[in-house]
């Protein structure tokens, strides 16, 4: 389908609709989406050329969009609903899916001032209503807990004179209440470590060594490979300064690939 075509409002209905129901029956496959938002980008592409007062300036995203972003969504409630239920907080979810930029712009941010302050609540709670929307208010702060403790982690690596590629892993595998996280949340711990290594340096000299030890299974490895691939589509679209960190991931890439 051609941006052009994308942009046509009764298209993009029937075909946004056709995502709703391919993210409720795979449970928010990669893959899916992937596809929603490469249609997405093509739909704000096209309508950039038709109308030249739009326009989608995500590059430019700061943490204050980020903070509005989140009062936005925690407004309009994100109370449970029932399994598989197309209302409440998959509606923002879905909504906030369109442009998973958004989630993961949030995670770099967190990630390139680790160390330096105290990680804002409100990114906390982004990364955690992104992984797993269906969560109530309890479950939501659990994971909130465990993605602070595996920056604060990560920090205290970062300063130490022996990081090495086990202890970078432990930090994203250690519970802080010692019991096995969530899978959503063992997602999201994994995705932020993914992160460290693409643009720390320290992370970025031994990434082969963490992603060999992280790809203990085959699902993993198909993880690893989508999150490098849908990075570096972001950041090509976005025009991210990143030379360093681009050329690792593009490396990494063909090298898991290859792997397959």
Request: hydrophobic share 45%; charged share 20%.
């Amino acid at each position: 389908m051609s941006p052009e075509a994308a942009c046509h409002p009764a298209i993009f209905r029937v075909v946004d609709e056709m995502f709703r129901y391919a993210l409720l029956e795979t449970e928010g496959a990669p893959e899916v989406l992937a596809a929603m938002q490469v249609f997405t980008r093509c739909f704000v592409e096209a309508l950039e050329k038709e109308n030249q007062q739009v326009c989608y300036a995500a590059a430019e995203v700061c943490t204050q969009d980020l903070l509005s972003l989140c009062f936005s969504i925690s407004c309009h409630g994100v109370t449970p609903t029932p399994e598989r239920s197309s209302g409440g907080p998959f509606e923002n979810w879905f909504l906030l899916a369109h442009f998973g930029g958004w989630a993961d712009i949030a995670a770099e941010q967190l990630l390139t001032s680790v160390g330096d302050a105290e990680p804002p609540e409100a990114l906390l709670w982004l990364l955690a209503f992104s992984s797993s929307p269906g969560d109530g208010p309890q479950q939501r702060a659990q994971t909130m807990v465990e993605v602070k403790a595996v920056l604060s982690h990560l920090g205290r690596l970062l300063r130490s004179p022996t990081l090495s590629a086990g202890n970078l892993l432990a930090a994203a595998e250690e519970s802080r209440e010692g019991d096995p996280r969530p899978p959503a949340c063992q997602q999201l711990t994994r995705r932020l470590l993914l992160n460290f290594l693409l643009w720390a340096p320290g992370g970025r000299a031994m990434a082969r060594d963490v992603i060999t030890l992280m790809a203990r299974t085959d699902e993993i490895m198909h993880e690893i490979v989508g999150f490098l691939d849908q990075t570096l589509y972001r950041w090509d679209h976005l025009g991210v300064d990143a030379p360093g960190s681009r050329k690792l991931a593009r490396e990494l890439l063909a090298e898991l690939r290859g792997q397959a």
